[in-house]
């Protein structure tokens, strides 16, 4: 399996603050290549830059929303097959469906907790490289 280590991460939010939970759950997992930005829009224009193990997005955000951009990461030639797991306080089944039949590879609901992150994030890296 891919070391926690060394995995880059991709991690779209509108709120800085979120980004900053986050990357701190992130850490727990030694978790330290997080690259951010600040919609969909600023995530695909990252996205293309560089070669990320795993991206984690917001739905609601300006611009491209995050079940929009997984459909442009899915459909694009760019390392189309990253695992994508979207996070958002959106909790209606239909919501969570359409973002996993867009690309998403497993859902968040916020508020989240270190726990619930740490055990989501382990889940679809050890699925995805081992």
Do not use: W
């Amino acid at each position: 399996m891919k070391s926690f280590e060394s995995l880059k991460v991709l991690l779209v939010d509108d709120l800085q603050e979120l980004r900053e939970d986050m990357k701190k759950i992130l850490v727990q997992l030694d978790i330290r290549d997080v690259k951010e930005a600040y919609d969909g829009q600023n995530g695909l224009e990252v996205f293309v830059s560089d070669q990320f193990d795993l991206v984690i997005s917001d739905i609601n955000m300006p611009n491209i929303n995050g079940i929009e951009m997984a459909k442009k990461i899915r459909a694009g030639g760019h390392n189309k097959n990253v695992p994508i797991i979207i996070c958002s306080t959106e909790n209606e089944k239909n919501i969570i469906m359409d973002a996993l039949l867009a690309g998403g590879n497993d859902y968040i609901i916020k508020p989240f907790d270190p726990p619930t992150v740490i055990n989501k994030v382990t889940e679809v890296i050890k699925k995805f490289y081992s």
